[in-house]
């Protein structure tokens, strides 16, 4: 058991999509992370060493510095998805 339930809806429906347009406002590279993250979760050996690149990664990108420059009122230069691109 992952424990990853921790509300319950009415209309998942709507909350599916209230969580989609949450994370649209996200850093697609703490996203992606997470995905890996919970994808390695089986393998410890593999998720330490995993968790530590992908902090870094987080740490030191882009995508961290609009994030931070935009909750502090700074302004909003938009996220990178190298993904996309």
Known sequence: ???LVTTLR???E???L???DSLTRQ???ALRAAKRLLDATYDDQRLL???TALQRKLLYGWNQ???SADSLGFWQPGFL???TQ
């Open 81 to 83: 998805n190298p993904a």
């Open 65 to 67: 510095l609009a994030k």
């Open 1 to 3: 058991e992952l424990g």
């Open 10 to 12: 009415d209309d998942p």
């Open 49 to 51: 060493h995993l968790e």
């Open 27 to 29: 850093s697609p590279d």
């Open 14 to 16: 709507e909350a599916a």
């Open 18 to 20: 209230e969580l989609a």
